[in-house]
């Protein structure tokens, strides 16, 4: 019942704590069955704090958010967590690659790298850019959450960045074009109206994007009028 | 000269309705290449390697992916790319900038990558899966020899380390935990560092922690005083004397002059599905590694490298030992004659059986794997001297005969490929 019940299982770990029992060592196999510990490597505060919300909702125990830092290696000997999940391309995925040849723990990469594991979990897992590192052999059923959301939360990530970078792009475009457009109205003596109707026109014939011709115009300009 | 082109082309199209893709590639880089090479006024080569690339041994694929790392021996792989030797064998590169080893490592398993820019002993240890699963891996070439370092931080200097026995010495009078990095636990830096510490009677296990940095990074971390060493390629020790904040105690040559160091590599899967393509590669890197070795060629080289997208360092931080022009930032000037080496006439590319197995010794000899492996018969699957050699043919550079070479190393032990397992277990620090 608590394996299918998330609620129970964050309740079940909350009355746990309430007790004090944790703090005494408690170690029911129930409670060591159930309570996965998951730390985040990750500098993105919009991606990891969701994630880790979205894990403890799940009644995973998050037990470290740490950035990718050199202490890295002495606050995973600390924490000693079960999973962690990084980002594939953080820099600091060799210093796991060295716990996981030197540690007495038995850390292993999994996700990007296995034979087993499952095909489209690997794949969805790879396009989102996480990787995840795990402890002995912790069976798929139990990990698959984990991945999953934190997959779910790299998506999102990268859904926003992406936005928010085209937002950028069209402002830049803008700006580009706005530039040109002064630029022309103080060579050719021409008013806002007319130096727009010129660029345009331009663009249309030579068959570019108006903010590339703005941006040759403007490069070209910077050589020929010092 | 054209004649015989146009007579294998003939040739080509009546033999067999050989897939039209390839013939218009064929025809489209002919008339590249006649353009080319007539300005450069250099027909007769251009044609010989054009017909190699176009006979049935032509590529199956024509984009290579090659992933690296920002460091300066890097630099075959963005010169291949960059200057168009790529091109005369029938292949495009496109050099892929990595944030990791271990990205590096699951790129090219998975096959996102081709090929890439690895530490030595990174493909073995995938080879013998530790740290991970196992995959068979294969060596192409070796892209160069020597020009790595082990930095000490400017604190020792101020104890008065110069060398080994005086690091040795502080360890005993000043207790504490020295902290030293590498960049990664299978790989060149970690033996660089784990040899030179074992040599000067240091224990790199239990007299000193070690901790793995990402190259770049290795000079800020010291700079905020996270650690008291690290072993790194070029420029990353030099970078640490130019921003003042250590010193080089030893460069990789002083542990072994003309030891191997990063290699072209891929998995054996890559190399039985695409055997043309992985000659390709070797053919057009083989080139570059020649034209990198040239000393009038190596400010060019330098300033290309240290742009933001590849190694992302000060030209001049990267020239200096790049030209063998050494400065320990201790007082102490001097013309390396081991300086970081790309070609010498094939001898640094020719993947010696001994220099792979060297790396599985050390393996063996830290722990990593636990009984000694078959090292010749692993040597002999991973690295492909029979790929290698074929292009090295092809393009009239020297082949070794003896695949296996002799050095003698920093404590004056001999390395020759003979009694691996001897030879791993004989070491008095080991763990």
């Given at each position: 019942?608590?394996?299918?019940?998330?609620?129970?299982?964050?309740?079940?770990?909350?009355?746990?704590?309430?007790?004090?029992?944790?703090?005494?060592?408690?170690?029911?196999?129930?409670?060591?069955?159930?309570?996965?510990?998951?730390?985040?490597?990750?500098?993105?505060?919009?991606?990891?704090?969701?994630?880790?919300?979205?894990?403890?909702?799940?009644?995973?125990?998050?037990?470290?958010?740490?950035?990718?830092?050199?202490?890295?290696?002495?606050?995973?000997?600390?924490?000693?967590?079960?999973?962690?999940?990084?980002?594939?391309?953080?820099?600091?995925?060799?210093?796991?690659?060295?716990?996981?040849?030197?540690?007495?723990?038995?850390?292993?990469?999994?996700?990007?790298?296995?034979?087993?594991?499952?095909?489209?979990?690997?794949?969805?897992?790879?396009?989102?850019?996480?990787?995840?590192?795990?402890?002995?052999?912790?069976?798929?059923?139990?990990?698959?959450?984990?991945?999953?959301?934190?997959?779910?939360?790299?998506?999102?990530?990268?859904?926003?960045?992406?936005?928010?970078?085209?937002?950028?792009?069209?402002?830049?475009?803008?700006?580009?074009?706005?530039?040109?457009?002064?630029?022309?109205?103080?060579?050719?003596?021409?008013?806002?109206?007319?130096?727009?109707?010129?660029?345009?026109?331009?663009?249309?014939?030579?068959?570019?994007?108006?903010?590339?011709?703005?941006?040759?115009?403007?490069?070209?300009?910077?050589?020929?009028?010092? | 000269?054209?004649?015989?082109?146009?007579?294998?082309?003939?040739?080509?199209?009546?033999?067999?309705?050989?897939?039209?893709?390839?013939?218009?590639?064929?025809?489209?880089?002919?008339?590249?290449?006649?353009?080319?090479?007539?300005?450069?006024?250099?027909m007769p080569a251009g044609l010989q390697?054009?017909?190699?690339?176009?006979?049935?041994?032509?590529?199956?694929l024509t984009e290579v992916k090659i992933?690296?790392?920002?460091?300066?021996?890097?630099?075959?792989?963005?010169?291949?790319?960059?200057?168009?030797?790529?091109?005369?064998?029938?292949?495009?590169?496109?050099?892929?900038?990595?944030?990791?080893?271990?990205?590096?490592?699951?790129?090219?398993?998975?096959?996102?990558?081709?090929?890439?820019?690895?530490?030595?002993?990174?493909?073995?240890?995938?080879?013998?899966?530790?740290?991970?699963?196992?995959?068979?891996?294969?060596?192409?070439?070796?892209?160069?020899?020597?020009?790595?370092?082990?930095?000490?931080?400017?604190?020792?200097?101020?104890?008065?380390?110069?060398?080994?026995?005086?690091?040795?010495?502080?360890?005993?009078?000043?207790?504490?935990?020295?902290?030293?990095?590498?960049?990664?636990?299978?790989?060149?830096?970690?033996?660089?560092?784990?040899?030179?510490?074992?040599?000067?009677?240091?224990?790199?296990?239990?007299?000193?922690?070690?901790?793995?940095?990402?190259?770049?990074?290795?000079?800020?971390?010291?700079?905020?005083?996270?650690?008291?060493?690290?072993?790194?390629?070029?420029?990353?020790?030099?970078?640490?004397?130019?921003?003042?904040?250590?010193?080089?105690?030893?460069?990789?040559?002083?542990?072994?002059?003309?030891?191997?160091?990063?290699?072209?590599?891929?998995?054996?899967?890559?190399?039985?599905?695409?055997?043309?393509?992985?000659?390709?590669?070797?053919?057009?890197?083989?080139?570059?590694?020649?034209?990198?070795?040239?000393?009038?060629?190596?400010?060019?080289?330098?300033?290309?490298?240290?742009?933001?997208?590849?190694?992302?360092?000060?030209?001049?931080?990267?020239?200096?030992?790049?030209?063998?022009?050494?400065?320990?930032?201790?007082?102490?000037?001097?013309?390396?004659?081991?300086?970081?080496?790309?070609?010498?006439?094939?001898?640094?590319?020719?993947?010696?059986?001994?220099?792979?197995?060297?790396?599985?010794?050390?393996?063996?000899?830290?722990?990593?794997?636990?009984?000694?492996?078959?090292?010749?018969?692993?040597?002999?699957?991973?690295?492909?001297?029979?790929?290698?050699?074929?292009?090295?043919?092809?393009?009239?550079?020297?082949?070794?005969?003896?695949?296996?070479?002799?050095?003698?190393?920093?404590?004056?032990?001999?390395?020759?490929?003979?009694?691996?397992?001897?030879?791993?277990?004989?070491f008095k620090i080991k763990a």
């Amino acid at each position: 019942m608590l394996q299918q019940n998330p609620i129970l299982k964050k309740h079940f770990y909350q009355y746990i704590q309430l007790l004090g029992l944790n703090k005494l060592g408690w170690h029911s196999p129930c409670y060591t069955l159930i309570m996965l510990k998951v730390m985040i490597v990750d500098n993105e505060i919009k991606r990891c704090k969701p994630l880790k919300q979205s894990l403890i909702d799940n009644g995973f125990d998050v037990v470290a958010h740490v950035e990718n830092d050199v202490h890295l290696h002495d606050k995973y000997l600390a924490i000693k967590p079960d999973v962690v999940i990084i980002d594939t391309e953080s820099p600091s995925r060799d210093t796991l690659e060295n716990i996981c040849v030197m540690s007495m723990h038995n850390l292993h990469p999994i996700v990007m790298f296995t034979h087993d594991g499952n095909k489209e979990q690997i794949k969805l897992a790879t396009q989102a850019g996480v990787s995840a590192y795990v402890v002995g052999t912790i069976p798929s059923e139990r990990l698959t959450p984990v991945i999953d959301a934190a997959v779910a939360r790299f998506e999102e990530f990268k859904n926003l960045r992406s936005e928010l970078s085209q937002a950028k792009i069209k402002l830049d475009e803008r700006k580009v074009v706005e530039r040109a457009k002064g630029l022309l109205m103080k060579q050719r003596s021409l008013d806002e109206v007319e130096a727009y109707e010129m660029l345009r026109s331009m663009a249309m014939k030579k068959n570019m994007k108006l903010a590339d011709l703005s941006h040759q115009l403007i490069e070209a300009a910077s050589m020929l009028i010092v | 000269m054209k004649k015989e082109i146009e007579s294998q082309l003939t040739t080509t199209d009546s033999q067999s309705a050989v897939n039209a893709n390839r013939r218009n590639f064929f025809k489209t880089a002919v008339a590249g290449a006649f353009g080319a090479a007539a300005a450069l006024n250099i027909m007769p080569a251009g044609l010989q390697n054009m017909a190699y690339a176009a006979g049935s041994d032509a590529p199956e694929l024509t984009e290579v992916k090659i992933g690296f790392i920002p460091l300066t021996d890097c630099a075959p792989i963005v010169v291949a790319a960059e200057m168009g030797f790529d091109k005369k064998y029938g292949i495009k590169i496109i050099p892929s900038k990595e944030a990791s080893w271990a990205a590096i490592r699951d790129k090219t398993v998975n096959g996102e990558l081709h090929a890439a820019h690895v530490l030595y002993g990174l493909v073995y240890g995938v080879q013998m899966g530790i740290g991970g699963q196992q995959k068979d891996m294969n060596v192409l070439m070796t892209l160069n020899h020597n020009g790595q370092g082990i930095t000490l931080s400017n604190q020792l200097k101020d104890k008065g380390v110069k060398d080994g026995k005086t690091l040795k010495r502080l360890l005993e009078n000043e207790n504490r935990d020295y902290i030293f990095a590498q960049t990664f636990p299978t790989g060149t830096h970690a033996m660089w560092l784990n040899y030179w510490l074992a040599a000067n009677g240091i224990d790199p296990i239990k007299d000193v922690k070690t901790i793995v940095v990402p190259p770049p990074q290795m000079v800020a971390n010291m700079r905020i005083g996270n650690m008291d060493g690290y072993c790194v390629g070029e420029p990353w020790n030099a970078r640490a004397i130019y921003d003042k904040v250590g010193y080089t105690v030893a460069t990789s040559q002083d542990i072994w002059a003309e030891h191997p160091e990063k290699v072209l590599g891929t998995t054996a899967e890559f190399v039985a599905k695409n055997p043309n393509t992985a000659r390709a590669m070797v053919m057009a890197i083989l080139e570059a590694s020649k034209y990198i070795e040239a000393t009038e060629n190596r400010a060019k080289v330098a300033e290309l490298i240290s742009q933001k997208s590849y190694v992302n360092a000060p030209k001049e931080v990267i020239l200096g030992r790049f030209l063998g022009d050494y400065d320990n930032g201790n007082g102490k000037k001097w013309k390396d004659p081991n300086f970081m080496k790309f070609f010498e006439d094939g001898k640094v590319s020719f993947p010696y059986l001994s220099d792979g197995m060297w790396f599985l010794t050390q393996h063996k000899r830290w722990g990593m794997l636990k009984s000694d492996p078959d090292y010749l018969a692993i040597a002999k699957k991973v690295n492909r001297i029979d790929i290698y050699t074929e292009a090295a043919k092809a393009l009239g550079v020297a082949v070794p005969t003896d695949p296996m070479r002799s050095s003698k190393l920093m404590d004056g032990v001999v390395w020759d490929g003979k009694n691996p397992a001897a030879y791993a277990a004989s070491f008095k620090i080991k763990a």
